[in-house]
């Protein structure tokens, strides 16, 4: 009798341990290919269907912890940053109900991704704080990938992860005209408040474009710029006659002879700023006012 009984209360403990086990085993170790299972390699799993692991994680005041980033989870869906940026503040949002003496870890890595493959590079470690600075210029132009492994320690210790894509950018050209004119004989327009942020103007490239009103830069076919001949008859189409399109001028500053242009016409002027493969644009309306007569009696 006492042998049956020792054989059942053993029988119950192992049972108990089993189940414990069970419920301690983080789901996501077992799904990863390193996990190993208590009953020894090679043998089936235990299935734990039915077991509760929130009655554990009631009882203990830990929940699994959740972590996230405000990235894009898709590389497709990748954050764009602006490389003028210089530095990028990346804090991760953790939620957990664990102890305040539990002690929590961070692992940070990185990938650069090649843009027209879309190959990774090797996982990089980079910081173990809760939020990481990091800088850009590193990471250059193009696709990354960034994760951070968070891992609770104690009792019901447990480990997330949280990752993202992101896509870094140079940032978007901005084209400004502004009126400089001084004298009424001479109009100029100027490019010099255009920039390329963090460069200015530098290695910036203009065009100017030059219509009247109602008129549109959509047919423009012509090859030579429209405030000279070129050979060309007059007619009564564009600023000077020529039709609409392409100004002779590259420079950041415009100037052109007002004598030339219609009294009480619209004139519209579009500024266009390229580099590499950016480019941007900008317009400015002019109405040009007949000169005053001055009449001595």
């Not at 009655?55 to 972590?67: D, H, N």
């Not at 305040?100 to 650069?112: D, E, H, N, V």
């Not at 891992?151 to 894509?165: E, K, V």
């Not at 400015?284 to 009696?297: G, Q």
Request: hydrophobic share 40%; with cysteine; proline share 5%.
């Amino acid at each position: 009798m006492d042998d049956l009984f020792d054989k059942n209360r053993f029988k119950v403990i192992f049972f108990m341990k089993i189940m414990i086990s069970s419920v301690l085993t983080p789901a996501a170790y077992q799904n990863s290919p390193s996990f190993s299972w208590a009953n020894g390699p090679g043998r089936t799993p235990l299935n734990t269907k039915n077991v509760k692991p929130l009655l554990f994680t009631e009882r203990c005041g830990c929940a699994p912890p959740k972590a996230s980033l405000k990235l894009g989870k898709m590389m497709k869906d990748a954050k764009e940053i602006y490389l003028s940026k210089i530095f990028m503040r990346l804090p991760l949002q953790l939620e957990h109900s664990c102890q305040p003496t539990t002690t929590i870890l961070y692992s940070w890595k990185f990938s650069k991704i090649d843009q027209e493959t879309g190959l990774f590079g090797p996982l990089r470690p980079f910081g173990r704080k809760k939020t990481v600075i990091l800088p850009l210029r590193m990471f250059g132009i193009g696709y990354a990938y960034v994760q951070c492994e968070v891992q609770l320690s104690g009792d019901a210790g447990s480990t997330t992860l949280a990752n993202g894509y992101m896509r870094i950018v140079r940032d978007p050209l901005v084209a400004i005209i502004t009126d400089i004119t001084e004298t009424r004989s001479k109009i100029m327009l100027s490019a010099e408040k255009s920039f390329d942020a963090g460069f200015g103007t530098r290695g910036l490239q203009f065009t100017w474009f030059c219509r009247l009103a109602g008129e549109s830069f959509l047919d423009v076919t012509e090859r030579y710029a429209v405030d000279e001949s070129f050979g060309r008859v007059k007619t009564n189409t564009g600023c000077f006659g020529y039709g609409p399109g392409r100004l002779n001028s590259t420079d950041e500053v415009l100037v052109l002879n007002m004598v030339e242009m219609v009294k009480s016409k619209k004139y519209i002027f579009k500024l266009v700023v390229y580099k590499d493969d950016r480019n941007a644009s900008a317009v400015y309306e002019l109405v040009v006012k007949p000169l005053a007569s001055i009449f001595v009696r």
